[in-house]
């Protein structure tokens, strides 16, 4: 993982004394020392009577509950079939934000068209709150998956059409006269020195996406109703039963970063010969 990927810098097997020392200690350990301590301040507030129990469930209440989830989730009861759902939501709004951010990157980057029309109403619409258009999406699409689906590429289109965007237009000038100097045509010049320029921005665009697009799709169950974790937290809040509602929360924070990683590891792959970490500011 790349909170371990930028190691130290090594000479002759030792540390390097200018390296800052956070730098030195891998973050596997930061995150769980981390984890630590705030589940120790958590329970400290409930101990000593800062906030009722009853308005934040103690640390142990929440993973009861969650071991309640999970236990039901690997027999596949009810949490199996309501994760299914909210997967498929989020990973079909994750392909379609992806095919549609990257179309509309590569078409405000290449066009004036794009440039001086697209670009600034899909500002507008991204200065829009977009949350507000979750009831308009049951409307139109009814209570099924597809008006999920469509909020969840709603809200994660936006950064992976920037980031394709920018990668495009960020192409070293230098390189791009040299193709021009061997006579490379447009499309020629597009697929062999600016998509591969790009690929490092469209992947941090995605990794946005893929966080953003389940809670997309978490919002459009709030709103739609039907199945989904989106509907059991929902369900669980209004029974005030919030010990549930946290292990809810937990289920779908890990879900988030596992469908993270799979682009990360996705971006590994392709842009291989590129060094990226794990978050996109590392990239």
Do not use: C
Request: net charge positive; aromatic share 10%.
């Amino acid at each position: 993982m790349s909170a371990t990927s930028k190691r130290p810098a090594r000479a002759g097997g030792a540390l390097d004394a200018r390296t800052p020392y956070l730098e030195r200690i891998p973050g596997w350990f930061l995150v769980t020392v981390s984890l630590v301590v705030l589940v120790g301040i958590w329970q400290l507030v409930i101990s000593v009577g800062l906030v009722s129990e009853f308005v934040l469930p103690s640390p142990g209440a929440t993973a009861a509950a969650l071991l309640d989830l999970s236990k039901d989730l690997v027999s596949g009861g009810q949490t199996w079939d309501n994760f299914l759902v909210t997967v498929t939501e989020t990973l079909i709004g994750l392909a379609l934000a992806a095919v549609v951010g990257v179309a509309l990157g590569v078409l405000i980057a290449e066009t004036v068209f794009g440039r001086k029309v697209i670009q600034p109403l899909m500002i507008a619409l991204y200065a829009a709150p977009k949350v507000a258009l979750a009831p308009l999406f049951v409307a139109w699409f009814g209570f099924g998956l597809t008006p999920k689906v469509v909020m969840a590429a709603t809200i994660a289109f936006f950064p992976v059409m920037v980031d394709t965007a920018a990668g495009l237009a960020g192409v070293d000038e230098e390189q791009d006269k040299l193709f021009l100097v061997t006579k490379a045509n447009r499309v020629q010049r597009f697929f062999k020195l600016k998509l591969p320029t790009a690929l490092p921005f469209i992947f941090a665009g995605l990794k946005s996406a893929a966080v953003l697009s389940i809670i997309g799709a978490i919002v459009a169950e709030f709103m739609g109703g039907g199945a989904g974790l989106g509907v059991m937290v929902k369900t669980a809040s209004v029974s005030f039963a919030l010990d549930r509602v946290f292990a809810l929360i937990v289920l779908l924070s890990v879900l988030a970063f596992l469908i993270y990683l799979a682009v990360d590891l996705v971006e590994r792959k392709v842009v291989h010969w590129r060094s990226t970490g794990f978050l996109p500011t590392e990239s």
